[in-house]
């Protein structure tokens, strides 16, 4: 499914482009030359992603976290070493390079994945059937595809009521906001088969501390994150991209105070779409992203751009609580961050799986 919509979105924007025509939009012809690198430069991430996704779910932890940031870590190699040595640097080029390295990833992936699989017993499986996995996962598909959208439409949102200038700003704080979720999102990309393992084993204790103690660590990496924004964030816009972002940093704040509150849910939403209820997590989360995008609408049109990131940071504390309450109520679990008695670790260490 994610080659496919890969693929799909892929050929949309070269269908666009060319729909468009050079004389509608001075950009289209540079856009024009670029859909041939654009629409498999999209499929190779998609693949990229799926590769990530069966290492996470074999343990394969390492090549988990390092494929999907393998691709945007070898352009940002190619940007620098184009700088420092003066090496012509276009979109072309930077679109090429992003490609170039999917493709690597890609052919990593798959040596990793094969050496990982090639000890395995070869044992006669029963598979489930494709109708039972469709009733199970249909509710998350529209869980993520919500989140996914709800999360870009901020941008347009500011784009289709603001200014040129609006959008640049609003763009800078998003990308500076968007630095404290890496905490968060580490976690997630470690944490989830522990979750189902422990939680299938009946370790609810270890399984709680894990989830405490993530919740907490990405938290206070992430209020580590804000405080340094706050106390250096207006020096560095103005320095790196002069006075006229400098509301960029206000913008930025909200967004990453909200991003702090997010971390401070844990994994909470994807304990609930684990262990079985992704129906209610896919419920929450269409009410609360159509919500966000209404209030951010109004937003726009009466506060500007502060009044969008003030939406989408409530967004995030409305999301964090909602999950946070679902997973008490429905497994008696307390996953958010919460302050851990040092004095206290030693006892939990010992309920900690010897396998």
């Given at each position: 499914m994610s080659i496919i919509s890969g693929l799909a979105v892929g050929c949309l924007v070269g269908v666009g482009t060319l729909a468009l025509g050079k004389n509608a939009n001075t950009l289209s012809s540079e856009i024009s030359n670029h859909v041939l690198l654009i629409v498999p430069m999209i499929a190779t991430a998609a693949l990229l992603g799926v590769l990530a996704e069966i290492h996470r779910a074999l343990y394969g932890m390492v090549a988990a976290s390092f494929l999907p940031i393998?691709?945007?870590?070898?352009?940002?190699?190619?940007?620098?070493?184009?700088?420092?040595?003066?090496?012509?640097?276009?979109?072309?080029?930077?679109?090429?390079?992003?490609?170039?390295?999917?493709?690597?990833?890609?052919v990593l992936g798959l040596v990793q994945l094969r050496r990982i699989m090639r000890p395995w017993a070869r044992q006669p499986i029963q598979l489930a059937?494709?109708?039972?996995?469709?009733?199970?996962?249909?509710?998350?598909?529209?869980?993520?595809?919500?989140?996914?959208?709800?999360?870009?439409?901020?941008?347009?949102?500011?784009?289709?009521?603001g200014s040129a200038s609006d959008v640049g700003c609003y763009g800078l704080a998003q990308k500076l906001g968007s630095m404290l979720s890496i905490p968060i999102t580490i976690v997630s990309l470690t944490i989830l088969p522990h979750i189902v393992t422990n939680w299938?084993?009946?370790?609810?204790?270890y399984l709680?501390?894990?989830?405490?103690?993530?919740?907490?660590?990405?938290?206070?990496?992430?209020?580590?994150?804000?405080?340094?924004?706050?106390?250096?964030?207006?020096?560095?816009?103005?320095?790196?991209w002069g006075d006229s972002?400098?509301?960029?940093?206000?913008?930025?704040?909200?967004?990453?105070?909200?991003?702090?509150?997010?971390?401070?849910?844990?994994?909470?939403?994807y304990v609930l779409i684990l262990l079985g209820r992704q129906k209610v997590a896919?419920?929450?989360?269409?009410?609360?992203?159509?919500?966000?995008?209404?209030?951010?609408?109004?937003?726009?049109?009466?506060?500007?751009?502060?009044?969008?990131?003030?939406?989408?940071?409530?967004?995030?504390?409305?999301?964090m609580l909602t999950n946070v309450l679902l997973v008490r109520k429905f497994y008696q679990l307390r996953s958010n961050a919460w302050f851990i008695n040092p004095l206290r670790v030693g006892h939990l260490l010992s309920h900690v799986p010897k396998s």
């Open positions: 393998f691709q945007a870590l070898t352009v940002c190699v190619y940007v620098i070493v184009a700088l420092v040595f003066k090496l012509p640097l276009s979109v072309s080029n930077l679109l090429t390079s992003s490609l170039l390295a999917a493709g690597m990833g890609i059937r494709k109708s039972e996995i469709l009733a199970q996962s249909w509710p998350n598909l529209i869980t993520a595809t919500s989140f996914v959208v709800a999360s870009q439409l901020d941008i347009w949102v500011v784009g289709l009521g299938a084993r009946h370790r609810r204790l709680q501390w894990l989830l405490r103690l993530s919740a907490t660590g990405a938290t206070l990496a992430a209020l580590v994150g804000f405080i340094s924004l706050a106390g250096f964030g207006n020096s560095i816009i103005k320095m790196a972002y400098s509301r960029a940093f206000e913008v930025a704040l909200i967004l990453g105070a909200g991003q702090v509150i997010f971390s401070a849910g844990g994994v909470s939403g896919m419920v929450s989360t269409l009410l609360i992203a159509g919500l966000t995008v209404l209030l951010a609408v109004w937003a726009m049109f009466n506060f500007g751009i502060v009044g969008v990131a003030a939406a989408y940071a409530t967004s995030s504390a409305v999301q």
